[in-house]
């Protein structure tokens, strides 16, 4: 069979995708207006333009492209371009996002590197526990404490029903470590009969002129404090199962929400429920520092020191040895015990009586 020759005229050359020279340059975006990001819905989110101001501005945003994998999260400052009339069908393009003065992170478990942002720009994170129904897991209470310190926010421990149980042990755990607490209940109003929460003016005070991020097991009443705080909320509410003592899933994404009726801004972010608390991200050497009662007398152990329960001559084993009754040894061996086992599960060490690893239980 002869063989085919080709010609210059038989070959079609199509300009490819990348036939034009593809420059770093990007637009400055003079126009743009600065918002706070309040919701995410399946890569939409929420924004508001002068939040609290006089010319407060819904918009619904999308992310542009040039800000390729950077994630945005309840609580950033960003800008944005394009409509921002907010009118009902407009859409506008977040084009930058702003620097964080605080970031909250976490991960599936203390090995994975991938880490979560949840939310940015907090000052406080708020651990909602309920103190029984279902019952309370200090160690939770722990990573989140550890992963607030890591990210140089504040804490308050909000510990709810407490018209079932007894909060007083929980609060000598973390009050002496610089940890707020406070305690909410059910109860009835007096005058109007109808079902009310004892202690929400208290814990509305301490939130006061702050950006809060409340994170907590599912069923603990995480929801049912946001929905008081804000009443036009309607945060779904679910129930604590029977048999497993767990509570089932109602917010299914973070949403930053503005409380009314204080003396200054204030913002609380509802996240969903977690049942894991990685801590994968925080550098082994800061977990000591959000045990501040641990931390102090660590200063006393010789150079080179683990912590750990293998360890030498540690001063930490020495300072629950020396406790002045059998319940302030009891405290202080929990607390050297949750201490232990986040660095124990953060260092990758093996450790058989560590079994509830990231869950916190």
């Known amino acids: 069979m002869p063989t085919r020759r080709y010609d210059e005229r038989d070959v079609r050359i199509r300009p490819g995708r990348g036939s034009r020279p593809r420059t770093k340059l990007r ?27 006089p010319d407060e501005t819904r918009i619904l945003a999308m992310k542009a492209r040039e800000l390729g994998r950077d994630r945005v999260v309840p609580g950033d400052r960003v800008d944005v371009v394009g409509d921002t009339s907010g009118a009902e069908g407009s859409l506008a393009r977040i084009v930058r996002i702003g620097e964080r003065r605080t970031v909250l992170r976490r991960t599936a478990d203390d090995t994975d590197p991938v880490e979560r942002v949840i939310v940015a720009n907090a000052d406080r994170l708020v651990v909602v526990t309920a103190l029984a129904d279902p019952e309370p897991r200090t160690r939770m209470i722990d990573r989140c404490v550890a992963a ?8 308050l421990l909000a510990l709810t029903k407490g018209d079932l ?14 940890v707020d607490v406070v305690v909410t209940s059910r109860g009835t109003d007096p005058v109007t009969g109808e079902r009310t929460i004892v202690g929400l003016e208290k814990l509305r005070d301490v939130l006061t002129g702050d950006v809060s991020v409340l994170v907590g097991h599912s069923g603990v009443g995480k929801s049912t404090l946001v929905n008081a705080l804000v009443p036009d909320a309607r ?28 003396d200054a801004p204030t913002w609380v972010i509802d996240t969903p429920g977690v049942r894991s608390f990685g ?14 009662d641990l931390d102090e007398v660590a200063r006393e152990c010789p150079r080179g020191c683990t912590h750990l329960a293998d360890s ?9 040895a020396d406790a002045p009754d059998d319940v302030v040894r009891a ?31």
């Open 27 to 53: 637009p400055e975006h003079a126009d743009a207006r600065t918002a706070m990001v309040v919701a995410v819905d399946r890569g939409r989110y929420t924004v508001l333009v002068d939040p609290g101001g």
């Open 148 to 155: 607030a310190y890591d990210a140089g926010m504040e804490v």
């Open 165 to 178: 149980a007894d909060p007083a042990e929980l609060i000598a755990m973390y009050a002496p470590i610089g």
């Open 235 to 262: 945060r779904a509410v679910g129930v604590v199962n029977d048999v497993t003592g767990r509570g089932r899933h109602t917010s299914s994404s973070a949403i930053a929400l503005e409380v009314h009726g204080t």
């Open 279 to 292: 801590l994968a991200h925080v550098d082994p050497s800061h977990l000591l520092g959000a045990f501040g």
């Open 312 to 320: 030498p001559d540690c001063t930490l084993d020495e300072w629950v």
């Open 331 to 361: 405290a202080r061996a929990a607390r050297l015990d949750s201490f232990r086992r986040l660095l124990v599960s953060r260092l990758g060490v093996e450790d058989e009586s560590d079994g509830d690893g990231a869950r916190g239980r």
